[in-house]
């Protein structure tokens, strides 16, 4: 695609934006509402800013205009940011971590489901590729000093009797084959010499031609049904990477060698711009703000007979002081004039009626209070605003393309001639602010000569926010490179390599029947497509913008539940693949025997922490997370798990909103841990139900096709019927020891069966209804369900009550 292309396609976006701000605007304006009311709206909004993240992360991906890019990526992670609050309301106004889209609304934006699911933005780990390939180098060259290799398909051993036999069955296919070839010569040389002096009755030929007619007939049937079929998406087509996918990968690329270009001559624009810039205007600035201070101090000083007091670098400088009109004296007094005895007894008897009042409709008000819902403020709306506005205002109407998509000499030198003013201003402040103090001294002396006393200094206030919360932790390790700690780490094997996962090889279909279900007053259950949506929104986009885990609700700890097989490893390898994360495994299992003993263990905890967030994004991983917390452990269990017991939650808490750490834990049976322990540590938690119809039809038919098994033949629908009670893993696991190569091979001569897969199923556990029934009783129990059922139950006894009153009253 063209440089017009991705201009046309962020002007476009631009428009949408300022719709999507003005409908997110008026949301907020219109402060609480009824939940139902409410709902469609976040709905709505939440649509909107996932196909504008969609459109904003192709035009980041592939716009060369290195200055046009950073505003690109101020609306990228503003629009991120607010997808995450907006869904942590629809979170609080549902009280479930699930949200479904609403139908109305994907009617009205002409969005398909599969497009309201976010995606991932590929900056991630584009702009991270160097780092992230090095970091994995490392891993590798120090695993293989240990001695640890990557492991290698094992030679086949024979026995002499079973090479013998291979031999001899390829030595006489080898004599069979010449054989076959030299029965066919002499064939063909007998039909020669024949005479064929007979002619072809007209019967034969016109048998002949109708058998032909009859195959072409039947094979042009067949090829227009099956191109109709393709047409309207009844057939999948043969699974072969198109030539127009790969050139268009081959532009992309293309686009982004000469993105790299372009950034990097902006970079050295900035540094030789600046240079220029310093040496023609650096003595003249200097000057002209000093005279500027000057002039304005004797001014000062001739009107008010006293010096001026020069605020401080933080407070603003000279700038600050050459706004300051007046001293705010009168608005001061106003704010703070005493109430009259009228007005207060007014006050009074009016918040003794409000009281009265409200406790009579006491009821009334909690039902109102139960019934609306107000959304929180956000940290990104006005930021996206603000960059629009400066993006239409600057480049929306601009053509770069004469330049190629170069970056602007003029916008440069404007914000650097800012930039050195200010580096300038701050140092003349600082001359100024002593020599004032000299003057000052000089005229507290004469002052003190004519007999005044000398007026004390004030005592420099402090200005800024609140005080971090956040406490200095002792340095166990302050004398050690990163390197090194990242090493040992390594060798203990507590940072561990994965295996490069997608989140879209999560395979599973959307519960498209959810929205429909709640406006019903039901609780619909999940599909896989909602599990993977859920894990995007709560794990993959925080981790990977530190703006957007800076300022947007902060998930410290996840929980992944579910059965054998259902993806719980692949959840955790796909969050660390698409951010680009390192992967620190505090498993129970792997981590007995190391670093033992009361001070190994904080120095364990000390070293996965510091270097977490040294080499953030990080993920802390736990397999088997409910065994911290069982009551009793097993005598045959010699792994130690109630070694991190009392430290989990200290980990969890350590992690704050500027550290891009995740904590996820993962396990099969979660209810045989001490509940409240265990929710202790995991803010959300995401159960994987058992895989619905859709999801392993989806399932069946990608992989079938992809291996190039897929026929009409085979009853998919059927199959998935019968593999309901088995786990995704499971199913995959049935698949590859089915098509096995010699399989592949027959597959143009026999086609594959049902029947073949659910054979080998036969001899695979499945998820028994028993397993099932006690992750339902456990679900019930987890802090969200339990608050939404607590919230639905007391709305209901308000109403009952209001009834009862109302029926006592008539």
Same mark, same amino acid.
């Given at each position: 695609?063209?440089?017009?292309?991705?201009?046309?396609?962020?002007?476009?976006?631009?428009?949408?934006?300022?719709?999507?701000?003005q409908?997110?605007?008026?949301?907020?304006?219109?402060?609480?509402?009824?939940?139902?009311?409410?709902?469609?709206?976040?709905?709505?909004?939440?649509?909107?800013?996932?196909? =504008?993240?969609?459109?904003?992360?192709?035009?980041?991906d592939?716009l060369?205009?290195?200055?046009?890019?950073?505003?690109?990526?101020?609306?990228?992670?503003?629009?991120?940011?607010?997808?995450l609050?907006?869904?942590?309301?629809l979170?609080?106004?549902?009280?479930?971590?699930?949200?479904?889209?609403?139908?109305e609304?994907?009617?009205?934006?002409?969005?398909?489901?599969?497009e309201?699911e976010?995606?991932?933005?590929?900056?991630?780990?584009?702009?991270?590729?160097e780092?992230?390939?090095?970091?994995?180098?490392?891993?590798?060259?120090?695993?293989?000093?240990?001695?640890?290799?990557?492991?290698?398909?094992?030679p086949?051993?024979?026995?002499e009797q079973?090479?013998?036999?291979?031999?001899?069955?390829?030595?006489?296919a080898?004599?069979?084959?010449?054989?076959?070839q030299?029965?066919?010569?002499?064939?063909?040389?007998?039909?020669?010499?024949?005479?064929?002096?007979?002619?072809?009755?007209?019967s034969?030929?016109?048998a002949?031609?109708?058998?032909w007619?009859?195959?072409?007939?039947r094979?042009d049937?067949?090829k227009?049904?099956k191109?109709?079929?393709?047409?309207?998406?009844?057939v999948?087509?043969?699974?072969?990477?198109?030539?127009?996918?790969?050139?268009?990968?081959?532009?992309?690329?293309?686009r982004r060698?000469?993105q790299?270009?372009?950034?990097?001559?902006?970079?050295?624009?900035?540094?030789?711009?600046?240079?220029?810039?310093?040496?023609?205007?650096?003595t003249?600035?200097?000057?002209?703000i000093?005279?500027?201070l000057?002039?304005?101090?004797?001014?000062?000083?001739?009107r008010?007979?006293?010096?001026?007091?020069?605020?401080?670098?933080?407070?603003g400088?000279?700038?600050?002081?050459y706004?300051?009109?007046?001293?705010?004296?009168?608005?001061?007094?106003?704010?703070?004039?005493?109430v009259?005895s009228?007005d207060?007894?007014k006050?009074?008897?009016?918040?003794?009626?409000?009281?009265?009042k409200?406790?009579?409709?006491?009821n009334?008000?909690?039902?109102?209070?139960?019934?609306?819902?107000?959304?929180?403020s956000?940290?990104?709306?006005?930021?996206?605003?603000?960059?629009?506005?400066?993006?239409?205002?600057?480049?929306?109407?601009?053509?770069?393309?004469?330049?190629?998509?170069?970056?602007?000499?003029?916008?440069?030198?404007?914000?650097k001639?800012?930039k050195?003013?200010?580096?300038?201003?701050?140092?003349?402040?600082?001359?100024?602010r002593?020599?004032?103090?000299?003057?000052?001294?000089?005229?507290?002396?004469?002052r003190?000569?004519?007999?005044?006393?000398?007026?004390k200094?004030?005592?420099?206030?402090?200005?800024?926010?609140?005080k971090?919360?956040?406490?200095?932790?002792?340095?166990l390790?302050?004398?050690?490179?990163?390197?090194s700690l990242?090493?040992?780490?390594?060798?203990?094997?507590?940072?561990?390599?994965?295996?490069?996962?997608?989140?879209d090889?999560?395979?599973?279909?959307k519960?498209?029947?959810?929205?429909?279900?709640?406006?019903q007053?039901?609780?619909?259950?999940?599909?896989?497509?909602?599990?993977?949506q859920?894990?995007?929104e709560?794990?993959?986009?925080?981790?990977?913008?530190?703006?957007v885990?800076?300022?947007?609700?902060?998930?410290?700890?996840?929980?992944?539940?579910?059965?054998?097989?259902?993806?719980?490893?692949?959840?955790?390898h796909?969050?660390?693949s698409?951010?680009g994360?390192?992967?620190?495994? =505090?498993?129970p299992?792997?981590?007995?025997?190391?670093?033992?003993?009361?001070?190994?263990?904080?120095?364990?905890?000390? =070293?996965?922490?510091?270097?977490?967030?040294?080499?953030?994004?990080?993920?802390?991983?736990?397999?088997?997370?409910?065994?911290?917390?069982v009551?009793?452990?097993p005598?045959?269990d010699?792994t130690?798990?109630k070694r991190?017991?009392?430290d989990?939650?200290?980990?969890?808490?350590?992690?704050?909103?500027?550290?891009?750490?995740?904590?996820?834990g993962?396990?099969?049976?979660?209810?045989d841990?001490?509940q409240?322990?265990?929710?202790?540590?995991?803010?959300?938690?995401?159960?994987?139900?058992?895989?619905?119809?859709?999801?392993?039809?989806?399932m069946?038919?990608?992989?079938?096709?992809?291996?190039?098994?897929?026929?009409?033949?085979?009853?998919?629908?059927?199959?998935?019927?019968?593999?309901?009670?088995?786990?995704?893993?499971t199913?995959?696991?049935?698949?590859?020891?089915?098509?096995?190569?010699?399989?592949r091979?027959?597959?143009?001569?026999?086609?594959?069966?049902?029947?073949?897969?659910?054979?080998?199923?036969?001899?695979?556990?499945?998820?028994?209804?028993?397993q099932?029934?006690?992750?339902?009783?456990?679900?019930?129990?987890?802090?969200?369900?339990?608050k939404?059922?607590?919230?639905?139950q007391?709305?209901?006894?308000?109403?009952?009550?209001?009834?009862?009153?109302?029926?006592?009253?008539?």
């Amino acid at each position: 695609m063209s440089n017009k292309t991705y201009n046309d396609l962020l002007c476009d976006t631009s428009e949408l934006i300022v719709e999507a701000t003005q409908a997110d605007e008026a949301v907020f304006e219109a402060g609480s509402a009824e939940r139902s009311t409410l709902q469609p709206l976040l709905s709505e909004l939440r649509i909107r800013y996932t196909v =504008l993240l969609s459109r904003l992360d192709a035009v980041y991906d592939q716009l060369l205009q290195p200055q046009k890019r950073l505003i690109v990526k101020r609306l990228l992670e503003a629009c991120l940011g607010r997808l995450l609050e907006i869904k942590h309301d629809l979170v609080e106004l549902h009280l479930s971590d699930f949200t479904y889209d609403d139908d109305e609304s994907l009617k009205k934006l002409a969005v398909t489901p599969q497009e309201a699911e976010p995606c991932i933005p590929q900056y991630f780990v584009r702009e991270r590729e160097e780092e992230i390939e090095k970091r994995k180098i490392f891993i590798t060259d120090t695993l293989r000093k240990l001695g640890y290799e990557t492991p290698k398909p094992k030679p086949l051993v024979l026995t002499e009797q079973q090479a013998v036999t291979i031999i001899q069955s390829h030595e006489r296919a080898r004599q069979g084959r010449l054989r076959g070839q030299f029965m066919k010569e002499i064939r063909l040389l007998k039909e020669k010499g024949r005479d064929q002096k007979g002619e072809m009755s007209a019967s034969a030929a016109t048998a002949i031609q109708r058998v032909w007619r009859g195959f072409v007939a039947r094979r042009d049937t067949r090829k227009r049904k099956k191109q109709e079929q393709l047409l309207i998406g009844m057939v999948l087509p043969p699974y072969s990477e198109s030539k127009a996918i790969a050139r268009s990968e081959e532009i992309k690329d293309i686009r982004r060698n000469l993105q790299k270009e372009r950034d990097s001559e902006f970079q050295e624009a900035l540094v030789k711009i600046e240079e220029q810039l310093r040496a023609q205007n650096e003595t003249k600035i200097n000057e002209r703000i000093g005279d500027e201070l000057r002039r304005w101090i004797s001014e000062y000083y001739e009107r008010t007979g006293k010096l001026p007091e020069f605020p401080t670098e933080e407070a603003g400088g000279s700038r600050a002081m050459y706004s300051r009109q007046g001293t705010g004296v009168d608005s001061n007094l106003s704010k703070s004039s005493p109430v009259s005895s009228k007005d207060s007894k007014k006050s009074k008897e009016s918040k003794d009626k409000k009281n009265n009042k409200f406790e009579e409709n006491k009821n009334k008000y909690e039902i109102d209070d139960l019934k609306n819902f107000n959304c929180r403020s956000s940290s990104f709306l006005q930021d996206m605003v603000n960059a629009n506005e400066e993006y239409e205002d600057i480049w929306k109407f601009k053509d770069d393309e004469a330049k190629h998509e170069k970056y602007d000499k003029d916008m440069i030198e404007r914000e650097k001639i800012v930039k050195i003013e200010q580096e300038i201003r701050n140092i003349v402040d600082e001359l100024m602010r002593s020599e004032l103090e000299l003057l000052q001294a000089a005229f507290d002396r004469d002052r003190a000569h004519k007999g005044k006393k000398s007026k004390k200094p004030q005592k420099k206030v402090r200005r800024g926010g609140k005080k971090s919360k956040k406490k200095k932790e002792k340095d166990l390790t302050p004398d050690r490179t990163t390197e090194s700690l990242f090493e040992e780490l390594v060798t203990n094997g507590i940072i561990r390599p994965y295996p490069f996962v997608k989140i879209d090889d999560f395979i599973g279909e959307k519960s498209y029947v959810g929205s429909e279900m709640r406006n019903q007053g039901q609780e619909p259950l999940p599909c896989l497509g909602d599990i993977r949506q859920l894990v995007k929104e709560y794990c993959i986009l925080p981790l990977g913008s530190e703006t957007v885990r800076a300022n947007s609700p902060l998930v410290r700890s996840v929980l992944l539940s579910g059965p054998s097989g259902s993806g719980k490893k692949m959840l955790v390898h796909a969050i660390c693949s698409e951010t680009g994360a390192m992967l620190f495994d =505090l498993t129970p299992a792997n981590i007995v025997g190391k670093y033992p003993g009361k001070s190994g263990l904080i120095m364990l905890i000390h =070293l996965v922490m510091k270097v977490s967030r040294l080499l953030q994004p990080s993920v802390i991983w736990m397999d088997e997370a409910e065994k911290p917390f069982v009551k009793k452990v097993p005598k045959t269990d010699k792994t130690d798990p109630k070694r991190l017991k009392k430290d989990l939650v200290k980990i969890i808490k350590g992690i704050f909103p500027e550290d891009r750490v995740l904590f996820v834990g993962t396990s099969r049976t979660p209810w045989d841990a001490e509940q409240k322990l265990l929710f202790q540590c995991y803010s959300k938690v995401i159960q994987i139900p058992r895989a619905d119809y859709g999801s392993i039809s989806l399932m069946w038919r990608t992989k079938l096709h992809k291996a190039g098994a897929l026929s009409p033949r085979l009853e998919v629908s059927c199959l998935s019927r019968v593999c309901d009670s088995y786990t995704i893993g499971t199913l995959h696991l049935a698949l590859h020891s089915v098509l096995t190569t010699k399989r592949r091979l027959q597959l143009r001569v026999r086609a594959l069966t049902a029947q073949e897969i659910a054979v080998q199923l036969s001899s695979l556990e499945p998820v028994y209804a028993e397993q099932d029934a006690a992750a339902e009783s456990w679900w019930l129990k987890t802090p969200m369900e339990r608050k939404r059922q607590r919230h639905l139950q007391r709305v209901l006894e308000l109403e009952q009550e209001n009834e009862e009153r109302a029926a006592a009253g008539k």
